[in-house]
C-alpha cells in the first residue's frame, strides 16, 4: 500500500523535473521527440500528467527544447493539470545531464524530494511514481525504478567500423541485472550535489549518486514506463493507449 495517499510528514514536498529538450534523433525526422503526439496528445503532456497524478507532487518543472519554450508553454496552459500542480518551463541543454541540471537549478525552496521523468516515458502508471516516492520518504537518498532483462546480455569490445563482428568479452549473469526506467527519486540535497561533483558523461541520474559512494536502492519498475525510443515504441505506446481506453469504459 502506498504512503502517498496520506498527507505528507509536515513540510516534504515533492517536485518533478521532466527532461524533453531532446530531439528524438532515434525516432526518425520530425518534431523533438517530446512534442510528437500519441493519440493526438504530445508525449510530453502524457507523462507530465502521468506524474501529476501522484497526490504528492506539487510541481512540474519542464526542461524544454530551447527552440520550443513559448511552444511548450502554451502546450500545458491548454491541457488541464490537477489544482494542486503547478508548472515551470525552462530551455534544456546540449545533454540530458544538462538538462536535468537545469530544472534543478530553477526549484524554489521547500521541494526536498526531487523526481526526475524523462518525457520519453509517457506512460508511467502513478502507482510506480507513488512507489519511488515512498522509498525517498522512507530514507533512501535515490530511488530507481527497474525490471528484470528479457534478454541476455553480453559485454562486447565495440566494433571501430559498423557492421564488424564484435568480440565478446563476458556475459554478467542474468539474474542480477534490471534495466533501470524513471522517474528516478532523490533527497534534494544529495542530487543536486551529485550535479555539482560528478563531471562525467552519465546516462542517468542515480548513477552520479552512486560516484558519491551512496547507496542507491531499486523498487519495482513497470512495462508500461518503456521509454519510447524508436519508430516501433509509438506503435505499442498507442497499443497501450488504447487498451486503457477500452479498460476504462470509454
Ligand atoms: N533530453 C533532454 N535534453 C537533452 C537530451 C535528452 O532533456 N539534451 C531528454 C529527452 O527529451 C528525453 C530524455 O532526456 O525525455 C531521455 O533521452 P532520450 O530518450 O535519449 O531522448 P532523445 O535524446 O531526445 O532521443 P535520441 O537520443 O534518440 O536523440
Ligand atoms: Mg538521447
Known amino acids: 500500500m502506498s504512503d502517498v495517499s496520506r498527507p505528507s510528514p509536515a513540510g516534504v514536498r515533492t517536485a518533478a523535473v521532466i527532461p524533453a529538450a531532446g530531439r528524438g534523433v532515434r525516432l526518425g525526422p520530425g518534431a523533438p521527440k517530446a512534442l510528437r503526439a500519441l493519440n493526438g496528445t504530445p508525449m510530453l503532456i502524457h507523462a507530465v500528467r502521468a506524474l501529476a497524478a501522484s497526490r504528492a507532487v506539487s510541481l512540474v518543472v519542464v526542461v524544454a527544447p530551447p527552440d520550443e519554450t513559448a511552444e511548450v508553454k502554451s502546450l500545458l496552459d491548454a491541457h488541464a493539470l490537477p489544482e494542486r ?14 538538462s536535468v541540471k537545469r530544472g534543478l537549478d530553477v526549484l524554489p525552496p521547500g521541494y526536498d524530494i526531487v523526481l526526475v521523468h524523462d518525457a520519453a516515458r509517457p506512460l508511467v502508471p502513478v502507482d510506480t511514481v507513488d512507489a519511488v516516492i515512498d522509498a525517498v520518504r522512507a530514507g533512501a537518498p535515490a530511488v530507481v525504478p527497474a525490471l528484470p532483462l528479457a534478454d541476455t546480455v553480453k559485454e562486447v569490445e565495440p566494433a571501430r567500423t559498423p557492421g564488424e563482428p564484435e568480440p565478446v568479452l563476458a556475459t554478467p549473469e542474468r539474474a542480477r541485472l534490471r534495466a533501470v526506467q524513471t522517474p528516478q527519486g532523490f533527497d534534494r540535497e544529495t542530487l543536486v550535489r551529485a550535479h555539482e561533483t560528478v563531471t562525467d558523461n552519465v546516462t542517468d541520474d542515480a548513477s552520479m549518486v552512486e560516484q558519491l559512494g551512496l547507496t542507491v536502492v531499486v523498487v519495482p519498475g513497470h512495462e508500461e514506463a518503456f521509454k519510447v525510443t524508436r519508430p516501433l515504441d509509438l506503435v505499442l505506446a498507442e497499443a497501450v493507449l488504447a487498451r486503457r481506453r477500452l479498460n476504462d469504459g470509454f
Request: proline share 7%; charged share 30%.
Open 85 to 98: 500542480t503547478d508548472f515551470l518551463v525552462v530551455p534544456g541543454g546540449e545533454s540530458r545531464q544538462e
